[in-house]
């Protein structure tokens, strides 16, 4: 298994989203085309659209905030040192850690004495304490905003 496999390509799109947001000083709006932008320098091919699906969901889950108008955009829903690498996991892959991945029914049959569920289940939630410790502002900082440079209306015109 490759490193960044335990997580799907929609939690990648929002922590990156998330951390990109995060780079801007306060009050600065972040727009779609610009995170669109900047997420296509990481990834070449990455989709506009999955991207706009994601924000949007990061927004109803008040990770993000959206501020309507022509000259609006995203802003944080709170601090990036309130928001946790756990926060996104749990609004966009969704956490259930009481759910026994051996029952083909909704609720396992012996939950509570399957020692092996038991164990796991301390696995799970030590992962998830590991990802409550690592903040946005954490992953903000070390984020270099190079977006392709604009052509200047003189070396458009020369052309």
């Keep these: 298994m490759a490193s960044g496999q335990f997580f799907s390509q929609r939690f990648s799109y929002g922590l990156h989203a998330l951390a990109y947001v995060a780079t801007k000083p306060a009050g600065e709006l972040t727009t779609l085309p610009e995170l669109a932008e900047w997420l296509m320098t990481i990834w070449p091919n990455a989709s506009d659209t999955y991207l706009s699906n994601v924000v949007q969901r990061l927004a ?4 993000l905030r959206s501020h309507r108008g022509i ?6 829903g709170r601090s990036a ?27 396992c049959p012996v939950m509570g004495r399957c020692s092996i569920q038991r164990k796991m ?10 990802l409550a410790e690592l903040t946005i502002a954490e992953l903000a900082k070390d984020i270099r905003l190079t977006l392709p440079r604009k052509k200047s209306s003189e070396e458009t015109a020369q052309k």
């Design 60 to 63: 109803r889950g008040r990770l």
């Design 71 to 76: 000259s609006g955009g995203y802003s944080l």
């Design 81 to 107: 040192e309130k928001i946790s690498v756990r926060d996104i996991v749990e609004l966009l892959e969704g956490i259930e850690t009481t759910h026994c991945g051996l029952s083909l029914d909704d609720e």
């Design 121 to 130: 289940a301390r696995l799970e939630e030590g992962f998830l304490q590991s």
